[in-house]
């Protein structure tokens, strides 16, 4: 199992950017395909965006046209890309790798969007 450690986050007023990235907290041999998951106070964690291996790159509705998901194998790092932020983007920011439920949960990184 991998726990990934998420970075990048902070306050921003609408409208504004930011770019979020995760490594592995472990020695891995590569960065994997992760998803990006956010959670609000009293809201379930969400899938904002996820890029398969495959190549499929999927985004969150609310999201799509906002976000960009992309990672740097040489870096073994994965980042998202989040701009014309919004106030209901306010949430705690994780990723994870695809494919392995078993992975523990990072300590995600928080991101408030104030109007």
């Known amino acids: 199992q991998v726990q990934m450690v998420e970075s990048g986050g902070g306050s921003v007023q609408a409208g504004g950017s930011l770019t979020l990235s995760c490594v592995p907290s472990?020695?891995?041999?590569?960065?994997?395909?992760v998803g990006w998951y956010r959670q609000a106070p009293g809201k379930q964690r969400e899938l904002v965006a996820a890029?398969?291996?495959?190549?499929?790159?999927n985004y969150a509705d609310s999201v799509k046209g906002r976000f960009t998901i992309s990672r740097d194998i040489a870096k073994k790092r994965a980042y998202l890309q989040m701009n014309s932020l919004k106030p209901e983007d306010t949430a705690v920011y994780y990723c994870?790798?695809?494919?392995?439920?078993?992975?523990?949960w990072g300590q995600g990184t928080q991101v408030t969007v104030s109007s």
């Open positions: 472990g020695s891995v041999f590569s960065i994997s395909h």
């Open positions: 994870r790798r695809l494919g392995y439920g078993s992975d523990p």
């Open positions: 890029e398969t291996s495959d190549g499929t790159i």
